[in-house]
């Protein structure tokens, strides 16, 4: 066992005296991963090892703000219980004193290898980076190894967030980074040890496979096999608004294609959003002993609101995604709630072949954190409007899906709309401050924070339709974060 660092004490400090804040929000989440207290933002080094799901995360445990940041650790058996070890990685040393930027993990010989970024600035706020190991024998206590990839010759200091994986007897890394013309790519590197890396190039970005300029800097890439397709997961930062598309400042999608592994190519197609809500970036996946292929988010976005968030008063801000199985459905990405948090669901309210017409309207109560499962006997031929909590609308009219909130200060509204063939079905978790709406069968998935009132339950229903309702109260889980 290492010796708790001064750090970490810190750490633990800060948490500590935050706790009675964090008990008393009501905003705080009842079945989502949140920091204890500070800022969370990206997923790193999603992993499954004995029996044990490792969740970490990008960690400033000091300020609501993006600062100095550590990794976070969560660990889990079921993915539904978690409960917070020490800080996997501090910034502490020369290479990453500035901050332990995203990265991955994986299994080497009996060992957790962790990848991440390093970021150092000088007293001019000039940025150096350097891609870093740090091993660990039990999965809880990293040593760090230092820089194993420095800076290559083309690319400014935005060059980050290495996802690392095996691809028959040599390793590969892939990162986010920025060329010296101010444009976005996806580049590789390979190992044979984990410890020695060499850097081969970009095999996707501006430019290329037919690709337009598209963003000045690409984050949190992965690059994974899914039903004999290779699929490309980046957040292309400098997207400019296009009609539905790309309305957040910064945006989270995915390529289809194919990885030759020989010649270090990737062929693909266009590119598809993630996730239509407000608040989704820097997803990450892995695989479990079953093979699924799973997936976590931040549930955050770095804008202009962020600091309107009312958690911001007690001291802590954002969450991640819950889990997500991916699975290919003619050429389409598609995200499902983990099997596991149906062991959540409590009291259950049923309602079958509910009919509406113009001007009924169907009311019922959803506690806080609520499952909520609407199946239309038919696809929805008219007007579908639904109203969560007097904050959150959903509506669907003319082939069009919208996501409705309230502004975090109050003061207006916003929404995303998007272009949908036909409403079948809707699977929508609601944990307090957060709601993510799976739409038929996953197929579009829509995640957003909002801030209800503590004491308005309501959902409302109105259009013509028919349909059956489920809505059950989740409880069970427990986040053991002090």
Same mark, same amino acid.
């Given at each position: 066992?290492?010796?708790?660092?001064?750090?970490?004490?810190?750490?633990?400090?800060?948490?500590?005296?935050?706790?009675?804040?964090?008990?008393?929000?009501?905003?705080?989440?009842?079945?989502?991963?949140?920091?204890?207290?500070?800022?969370?933002?990206?997923?790193?080094?999603?992993?499954?090892?004995?029996?044990?799901?490792?969740?970490?995360?990008?960690?400033?445990?000091?300020?609501?703000?993006?600062?100095?940041?550590?990794?976070?650790?969560?660990?889990?058996?079921?993915?539904?219980?978690?409960?917070?070890?020490?800080?996997?990685?501090?910034?502490?040393?020369?290479?990453?004193?500035?901050?332990?930027?995203?990265?991955?993990?994986?299994?080497? *010989? +009996?060992?957790?290898?962790? /990848?991440?970024?390093?970021? %150092?600035?000088? @007293? #001019? =706020? &000039?940025?150096?980076?350097?891609?870093?190991?740090?091993v660990s024998e039990d999965g809880v206590d990293f040593?760090?190894?230092?820089?194993?990839?420095?800076?290559? *010759? +083309?690319?400014?200091?935005? /060059?980050?967030?290495?996802? %690392?994986?095996? @691809? #028959? =007897? &040599?390793?590969?890394?892939?990162?986010?980074?920025?060329?010296?013309?101010?444009?976005?790519?996806?580049?590789?590197?390979?190992?044979?040890?984990?410890?020695?890396?060499?850097?081969?190039?970009?095999?996707?970005?501006?430019?290329?496979?037919?690709?337009? =300029?598209?963003?000045?800097?690409?984050?949190?890439?992965?690059?994974?096999?899914?039903?004999?397709?290779?699929?490309?997961?980046?957040?292309?930062?400098?997207?400019?608004?296009?009609?539905?598309?790309y309305p957040n400042l910064f945006q989270a999608g995915?390529?289809?294609?194919?990885?030759?592994?020989?010649?270090?190519?990737?062929?693909?197609?266009?590119?598809?959003?993630?996730?239509?809500?407000?608040?989704?970036?820097?997803?990450?996946?892995?695989?479990?002993?079953?093979?699924?292929?799973?997936?976590?988010?931040?549930?955050?976005?770095?804008?202009?609101?962020?600091?309107?968030?009312?958690?911001?008063?007690?001291?802590?801000?954002?969450?991640?995604?819950?889990?997500?199985?991916?699975?290919?459905?003619?050429?389409?990405?598609?995200?499902?709630?983990?099997?596991?948090?149906?062991?959540?669901?409590?009291?259950?309210?049923?309602?079958?072949?509910?009919?509406?017409?113009?001007?009924?309207?169907?009311?019922?109560?959803?506690?806080?954190?609520?499952?909520?499962?609407?199946e239309f006997n038919r696809p929805v031929d008219g007007?579908?409007?639904?109203?969560?909590?007097?904050?959150?609308?959903?509506?669907?009219?003319?082939?069009?899906?919208?996501?409705?909130?309230?502004?975090?200060?109050?003061?207006?509204?916003?929404?995303?709309?998007?272009?949908?063939?036909?409403?079948?079905?809707?699977?929508?978790?609601?944990?307090?401050?957060?709601?993510?709406?799976?739409?038929?069968?996953?197929?579009?998935?829509?995640?957003?924070?909002?801030?209800?009132?503590?004491?308005?339950?309501?959902?409302?229903?109105?259009?013509?339709?028919?349909?059956?309702?489920?809505?059950?109260?989740?409880?069970?889980?427990?986040?053991?974060?002090?």
């Open positions: 066992m290492f010796q708790k660092s001064a750090f970490q004490k810190h750490i633990d400090e800060k948490v500590e005296d935050n706790r009675r804040l964090v008990e008393a929000d009501p905003h705080r989440l009842d079945y989502h991963l949140m920091p204890p207290a500070g800022l969370l933002n990206d997923p790193n080094g999603l992993i499954y090892h004995q029996g044990v799901y490792h969740v970490f995360f990008q960690w400033n445990p000091f300020e609501t703000a993006h600062g100095k940041k550590a990794w976070g650790h969560y660990v889990s058996a079921d993915l539904i219980n978690w409960t917070l070890e020490p800080a996997a990685l501090i910034p502490d040393a020369w290479y990453d004193k500035n901050g332990c930027y995203s990265g991955s993990a994986v299994m080497h *010989d +009996g060992r957790m290898h962790l /990848f991440y970024t390093g970021n %150092v600035k000088d @007293e #001019g =706020d &000039r940025r150096s980076t350097y891609q870093c190991l740090a040593e760090k190894k230092g820089p194993v990839l420095h800076l290559p *010759d +083309g690319y400014t200091p935005h /060059f980050r967030d290495p996802k %690392v994986w095996k @691809e #028959g =007897d &040599r390793w590969l890394m892939i990162l986010g980074a920025q060329n010296m013309h101010g444009k976005g790519e996806a580049v590789l590197a390979s190992s044979n040890d984990l410890t020695d890396w060499e850097f081969i190039g970009p095999i996707a970005g501006s430019g290329m496979n037919g690709l337009p =300029d598209f963003g000045y800097m690409w984050e949190c890439p992965d690059l994974f096999t899914l039903d004999s397709k290779d699929i490309l997961i980046v957040c292309p930062q400098g997207l400019e608004a296009e009609g539905d598309d995915y390529f289809v294609g194919d990885f030759d592994s020989v010649t270090n190519t990737y062929m693909h197609g266009d590119f598809v959003e993630l996730d239509r809500g407000f608040d989704f970036y820097a997803p990450q996946t892995f695989t479990d002993d079953d093979g699924r292929r799973i997936l976590i988010g931040w549930m955050g976005m770095t804008d202009d609101q962020e600091q309107d968030q009312p958690t911001i008063r007690n001291n802590w801000i954002h969450a991640l995604t819950i889990p997500r199985t991916l699975e290919m459905r003619d050429g389409v990405l598609v995200q499902q709630p983990v099997a596991e948090l149906r062991q959540l669901r409590g009291k259950r309210k049923h309602y079958s072949q509910l009919a509406l017409e113009k001007d009924v309207v169907f009311r019922e109560v959803a506690a806080p954190s609520s499952e909520i499962l609407l007007r579908f409007e639904m109203e969560i909590r007097n904050d959150l609308k959903i509506s669907y009219m003319d082939g069009r899906f919208t996501v409705q909130r309230k502004t975090f200060d109050g003061a207006s509204s916003e929404q995303r709309t998007f272009a949908l063939d036909t409403l079948s079905g809707l699977q929508i978790f609601l944990d307090r401050s957060s709601v993510e709406i799976f739409i038929n069968g996953g197929e579009a998935v829509a995640t957003s924070r909002y801030f209800p009132a503590e004491n308005d339950d309501a959902v409302e229903i109105r259009g013509h339709m028919h349909f059956d309702l489920s809505l059950w109260e989740l409880e069970g889980s427990a986040i053991d974060m002090f």
